[in-house]
C-alpha cells in the first residue's frame, strides 16, 4: 500500500511537473490561441458541425489589417481600438439580397461596414445576444435592441465562423449570450417586426427567400 500511495504521489508531482513546464515555454500567442479555443469549446463543442474540424485551424489575430480600411472608415472609428476585421455577406433584413461588407470588431463596438460607409454600430454594451445554427453553415445574427439606433438585427455569413463568433463574444464579454440553435431562429426586422429563418440539409449550399417570405438556409 505504502508503495502504491508513493507511486501514485510521484505520478502526480511528476505530471504536475511537465505541466509547469509546457505553460512556461508556451508563447504569448499560443496562450491567446488556447484563450480562444477553450471559448469556442466551451460555445461550440458537440453543438455546431465542423466544429471537429475547427481544431487543427489555427485563428488569426485579423482577417484583414487595419490599413486595409478606408481612411475615411478610419476616422470615423478614430479613438477605437481595432481588434478584428473580417470579410463576411450582410443579407438584408427584408428582401434579403446578399450584399459584401466588412465586420470590424474594436474594443467596444461592431461596425458593420460598407466601402467607406458604416452601415451599422452596435456596442457591446447593448448587444443583446448571438445565433448561429446547429449545421455546417456560417450564418450569425447578431441581436441588437429595439431602439431608433439601430435597424434591426444583424444576418451575416461568415467563411470563418467559428473564429469570428469567438472574437465576437469575447471582446462584447457575451459568451453566455451564444445559441447554437436547431431548425430556425426568428430575427427582429425593425419597426417591431419579426422574420424568420430556416435551416435545412441539401445537396449544396444555398441562402435564398423561400415562397413563403422565409429566409432559407442550406
Not at 502504491?4 to 491567446?32: F, H, P, W
Not at 474594443?107 to 467607406?116: D, F, I, P
Not at 439606433?149 to 462584447?172: N, P, S
Not at 419597426?191 to 429563418?197: A, I, L, N, P, R
Request: hydrophobic content about 35%; overall charge positive; aromatic content about 6%.
Amino acid at each position: 500500500d505504502f508503495l502504491m500511495q508513493t507511486s501514485e504521489m510521484l505520478q502526480k508531482i511528476c505530471m504536475r511537473n511537465l505541466v509547469r513546464k509546457y505553460c512556461r515555454g508556451l508563447t504569448a500567442e499560443r496562450k491567446v490561441q488556447l484563450q480562444q479555443k477553450v471559448v469556442t469549446s466551451a460555445v461550440f463543442s458537440g453543438k455546431k458541425e465542423g466544429y471537429l474540424e475547427s481544431l487543427s485551424q489555427p485563428f488569426l489575430e485579423t482577417r484583414l489589417k487595419e490599413n486595409d480600411l478606408n481612411p475615411k472608415v478610419l476616422q470615423l472609428i478614430r479613438g477605437e481600438n481595432i481588434k478584428y476585421v473580417t470579410p463576411v455577406i450582410k443579407y438584408d433584413r427584408n428582401g434579403f439580397k446578399a450584399r459584401e461588407r466588412l465586420l470590424v470588431l474594436t474594443q467596444s463596438s461592431a461596425y458593420v461596414v460598407e466601402m467607406a460607409k458604416i452601415k451599422q454600430k452596435i456596442e457591446y454594451s447593448t448587444l443583446k445576444g448571438i445565433s448561429t445554427s446547429n449545421l455546417s453553415d456560417g450564418i450569425v445574427v447578431i441581436h441588437v435592441p429595439e431602439d431608433n439606433k439601430q435597424k434591426g438585427d444583424v444576418i451575416l455569413q461568415c467563411e470563418h465562423i467559428f473564429e469570428t463568433v469567438t472574437k465576437l463574444c469575447i471582446l462584447a464579454n457575451k459568451q453566455s449570450l451564444v445559441k447554437v440553435v436547431k431548425g430556425s431562429l426568428r430575427f427582429r426586422i425593425g419597426s417591431g417586426k419579426e422574420g424568420t429563418m430556416v435551416f435545412t440539409v441539401g445537396p449544396e449550399p444555398q441562402v435564398f427567400k423561400d415562397k413563403t417570405g422565409q429566409l432559407t438556409v442550406v
